[in-house]
């Protein structure tokens, strides 16, 4: 009997790891202090409300494709691969450097990944670990097999910078990791990923977009910029990083007591101790930048694993748990064997 050729659905499941990672943050430092002359706050109230001392702001002509670029060449290095491997780049990013062409597109010709296919993400806070999930469904079915994933965010572009509820929490930068698949080696274990789009407007950019441009007559109400209920986003936060982290453990038959290393979107301290607190994981095991870094959007996990990883935080074999929260309302927590 002739062989039938073997389709893509009949090919083994693979494992995708992580191989390399790598981060870039802009040099200009914007620190509590300096808010204080801007709008009406005090470094004691941001510090004790948010945990975060300093964010990096990208210079004038520095945009998220440049930052983007950076992260990627130094995963690029650290994965020890050259450009021209990567077969798919995705960024998860709510600042695209524009409407069209895609960020990635740019990205691609940034670092000279010739042969990739590119597109970008919107799943704000979450992006990143959306992306990863996508990259690991291309990956594990044999469609691609070297995948450059990039959260970057420019947020003070979409800051209003007069608005004291929101300027003290965003900076900009990015993470980016390479996911390829390793024989017989470790890697994402189980993802879960939610959304909630009737809670939409507790965290939103209401203007710039189609259904509200901007006019010459509604630009002074800076509708292009983020308005947030902090409270309630903070309470949701909360429930569903626990809800989803609970829940991916369970289908990686893992418990809180088996994880080395909890890497959380860095949105706010008082986020991540609840978090820490209802999971069982103690302090010391969770990775918190959000002092020097403020809140990144897609960017803040992929840098957080990235310093987690330079740091040797992270060993082989451990058990690593990344967990996210962020406008939409979207969430995902990833468990992975490092
Ligand atoms: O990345 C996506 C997910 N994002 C988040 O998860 C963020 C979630 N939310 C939060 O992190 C917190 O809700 C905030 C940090 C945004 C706010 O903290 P809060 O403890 O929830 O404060 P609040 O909004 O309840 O405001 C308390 C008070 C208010 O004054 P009154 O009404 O009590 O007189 C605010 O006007 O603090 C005031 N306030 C400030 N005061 C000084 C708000 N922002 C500031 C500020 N400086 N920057």
Request: net charge negative; hydrophobic share 45%.
């Amino acid at each position: 009997m002739t062989p039938q050729p073997r389709t893509r659905t009949q090919l083994p499941k693979r494992t995708v790891s992580i191989i390399g990672t790598g981060s870039y943050l802009p040099e200009r430092v914007l620190t509590n202090a300096e808010l204080e002359k801007m709008v009406e706050t005090s470094d004691d109230w941001i510090t004790s409300r948010t945990g975060i001392r300093e964010r990096r702001i990208a210079a004038e002509g520095e945009f998220t494709s440049d930052l983007a670029a950076k992260a990627a060449q130094s995963a690029i290095e650290n994965a020890g691969i050259t450009a021209e491997e990567i077969d798919l780049i995705i960024i998860a990013t709510i600042t695209p450097d524009h409407f069209m062409p895609s960020t990635a597109c740019i990205v691609q010709t940034k670092i000279g990944a010739k042969r990739a296919v590119c597109f970008d993400i919107s799943a704000a806070c979450s992006g990143f670990l959306y992306a990863v999930e996508i990259a690991q469904q291309f990956i594990t079915s044999h469609t691609y097999n070297t995948i450059l994933v990039v959260g970057a965010d420019k947020l003070s572009s979409i800051v209003n910078w007069k608005d004291r509820n929101t300027c003290v929490l965003f900076g900009d930068g990015a993470g980016a990791a390479i996911l390829r698949h390793r024989a017989h080696g470790h890697g994402v274990i189980a993802t879960r990923m939610g959304s909630n789009g009737q809670l939409a407007e507790l965290l939103q950019v209401p203007g710039g977009g189609c259904a509200c441009p901007i006019t010459a007559e509604n630009a002074g109400e800076r509708l292009n910029t983020i308005r947030m209920e902090g409270r309630e986003t903070f309470k949701h936060a909360v429930t569903n990083m626990v809800e989803s982290a609970r829940q991916v453990l369970d289908d990686a038959g893992l418990t809180p007591a088996d994880l080395a290393c909890v890497i959380p979107h860095q949105a706010n301290l008082r986020i991540i101790s609840a978090v820490a607190e209802r999971l069982e994981v103690p302090l010391e095991r969770i990775m918190v930048n959000l002092d020097r870094f403020g809140n990144t959007s897609a960017a803040a996990v992929a840098i957080a694993l990235d310093e987690a990883n330079r740091t040797g935080r992270m060993k082989v074999g451990d058990y690593v748990l990344l967990v996210v929260f962020g406008g939409g309302m979207t969430w995902a927590s990833s468990v992975i064997q490092w």
